[in-house]
């Protein structure tokens, strides 16, 4: 099963906790305000194509492609074109570890019961024309 979900992919995991004085506890927000935009279109694109929750290992493999910054592209008569100094990969932030994190809670309920179940994970981050993530899964067999 393969889908691509469009969109600037978010992080998710980075939690903020804070004392609420009128209810007497501790509040958990998340760090990044639109990973919920980004989790419900994950969910909403898996749910399209998904046909059961998968029961068993699973093999998941994640592609993000992010935009790349106008700063990598020349101006002029060089618009439109890739500096030589402008990086390759988008290796800052958000890290890939946390862009998994958030786009695999997004998937729990819809292709998989856990996200236990997931016994082989490949990612990478990269630059395109487009952003979102191609998410790739079949169950893993030996």
Known sequence: ????VAGEPKPGGSKRGFYNAKLKRVMMTEDCDKTKNWRASVAQCA???A????QGPLR?????????????YGTGSKA????????AFPSGRPDT??????TED????????????VVT???TKRYGAQAGCLVSMEVESE
């Not at 099963?1 to 691509?4: S, T």
């Not at 493999?61 to 992010?66: A, E």
């Not at 439109?80 to 990086?87: F, I, L, N, R, T």
């Not at 997004?106 to 179940?117: E, F, K, N, P, V």
């Open 121 to 123: 994970q490949y990612a």
């Open 47 to 49: 749910a399209e194509v």
């Open 80 to 87: 439109g074109v890739v500096k030589a100094s402008a990086p």
């Open 1 to 4: 099963m393969e889908f691509w």
């Open 51 to 54: 046909k059961e929750v998968f």
């Open 106 to 117: 997004a998937l729990t309920g819809i292709l998989w019961r856990d996200d236990a179940q």
């Open 97 to 102: 570890t946390k862009l998994i994190r958030s």
């Open 60 to 72: 998941v493999q994640f592609k993000f492609v992010f935009l790349r910054p106008k700063g990598h």
